[in-house]
Protein backbone atom coordinates (compact mmCIF):
# COMPACT_ATOMS: atom_id res chain seq x y z
CA UNK A 1 0.00 0.00 0.00
CA UNK A 2 3.00 2.03 0.82
CA UNK A 3 4.61 1.93 -2.48
CA UNK A 4 1.05 2.58 -4.23
CA UNK A 5 1.30 5.93 -2.44
CA UNK A 6 4.35 7.11 -3.08
CA UNK A 7 4.06 5.97 -7.27
CA UNK A 8 0.98 7.89 -7.09
CA UNK A 9 2.83 10.69 -5.14
CA UNK A 10 5.26 10.61 -8.14
CA UNK A 11 2.36 10.13 -11.03
CA UNK A 12 0.58 13.48 -9.55
CA UNK A 13 4.10 15.72 -9.47
CA UNK A 14 5.15 15.06 -13.15
CA UNK A 15 1.57 15.65 -14.28
CA UNK A 16 1.68 18.96 -12.28
CA UNK A 17 4.78 19.90 -13.98
CA UNK A 18 3.68 18.98 -17.88
CA UNK A 19 0.03 20.86 -16.82
CA UNK A 20 1.66 24.20 -15.97
CA UNK A 21 1.41 26.75 -18.28
CA UNK A 22 4.28 27.28 -19.99
CA UNK A 23 5.30 31.12 -20.02
CA UNK A 24 8.29 32.80 -19.10
CA UNK A 25 10.63 30.55 -17.46
CA UNK A 26 11.83 31.77 -13.95
CA UNK A 27 15.33 33.30 -13.85
CA UNK A 28 15.93 32.72 -17.54
CA UNK A 29 17.42 34.25 -20.70
CA UNK A 30 15.14 35.08 -23.86
CA UNK A 31 15.66 36.76 -27.00
CA UNK A 32 12.57 39.17 -27.62
CA UNK A 33 11.40 41.41 -29.99
CA UNK A 34 10.16 44.84 -28.52
CA UNK A 35 6.35 45.80 -28.53
CA UNK A 36 6.31 48.62 -26.61
CA UNK A 37 8.63 50.75 -24.42
CA UNK A 38 7.85 53.13 -21.78
CA UNK A 39 6.88 54.52 -18.24
CA UNK A 40 4.45 53.66 -15.98
CA UNK A 41 4.41 55.91 -12.76
CA UNK A 42 7.95 55.45 -11.30
CA UNK A 43 8.54 51.92 -13.18
CA UNK A 44 9.83 51.19 -16.78
CA UNK A 45 7.64 49.08 -18.60
CA UNK A 46 8.45 46.74 -21.47
CA UNK A 47 6.03 44.71 -23.38
CA UNK A 48 8.14 41.54 -25.04
CA UNK A 49 7.45 38.69 -27.38
CA UNK A 50 9.43 35.52 -27.13
CA UNK A 51 11.45 35.10 -30.71
CA UNK A 52 11.44 31.77 -30.10
CA UNK A 53 7.21 31.87 -29.33
CA UNK A 54 7.30 30.70 -25.95
CA UNK A 55 5.42 33.61 -25.32
CA UNK A 56 3.26 36.77 -26.55
CA UNK A 57 2.95 40.20 -25.35
CA UNK A 58 4.27 39.59 -21.52
CA UNK A 59 4.30 42.74 -19.62
CA UNK A 60 7.61 43.32 -17.90
CA UNK A 61 9.09 45.97 -15.55
CA UNK A 62 12.71 46.70 -15.80
CA UNK A 63 14.29 46.09 -12.18
CA UNK A 64 13.98 49.53 -10.15
CA UNK A 65 18.41 49.47 -9.46
CA UNK A 66 19.16 50.16 -13.20
CA UNK A 67 16.25 51.15 -14.67
CA UNK A 68 17.48 54.25 -16.43
CA UNK A 69 19.78 52.45 -18.30
CA UNK A 70 17.60 49.38 -19.64
CA UNK A 71 15.31 51.90 -20.37
CA UNK A 72 18.24 53.60 -22.53
CA UNK A 73 19.09 50.34 -24.20
CA UNK A 74 15.53 48.99 -24.90
CA UNK A 75 14.77 52.40 -26.40
CA UNK A 76 18.20 52.60 -28.55
CA UNK A 77 16.93 48.44 -29.57
CA UNK A 78 13.55 49.48 -30.56
CA UNK A 79 14.70 52.33 -32.65
CA UNK A 80 17.38 50.67 -34.52
CA UNK A 81 14.56 48.12 -34.93
CA UNK A 82 17.14 45.16 -33.21
CA UNK A 83 15.66 42.23 -30.66
CA UNK A 84 16.81 42.51 -27.00
CA UNK A 85 17.94 39.19 -25.10
CA UNK A 86 16.96 39.48 -21.68
CA UNK A 87 17.03 37.75 -18.06
CA UNK A 88 13.59 37.59 -16.74
CA UNK A 89 13.73 37.06 -12.68
CA UNK A 90 11.92 34.48 -10.72
CA UNK A 91 8.50 36.17 -10.38
CA UNK A 92 8.22 36.15 -14.70
CA UNK A 93 8.12 40.11 -14.57
CA UNK A 94 10.90 41.77 -13.60
CA UNK A 95 13.85 42.09 -16.35
CA UNK A 96 17.43 41.98 -14.73
CA UNK A 97 19.66 42.34 -17.28
CA UNK A 98 19.16 43.41 -20.61
CA UNK A 99 21.01 43.88 -23.72
CA UNK A 100 21.13 44.39 -27.38
CA UNK A 101 20.44 41.11 -29.77
CA UNK A 102 23.52 40.51 -32.29
CA UNK A 103 21.03 38.70 -34.53
Known sequence: ???????LGILVTVGLIFAAP???Q?????????DQV???????III?????G?????WCILH???NKEML???LTAQSQGKNLVVQIDDDGKTINRIRISNE
Do not use: C, E
Open 38 to 44: GQDYARS
Open 1 to 7: MKSKLIV
Open 64 to 66: PNN
Open 72 to 74: AVA
Open 48 to 52: ITDTG
Open 26 to 34: ADSWATVSI
Open 22 to 24: QGV
Open 54 to 58: VFTHQ
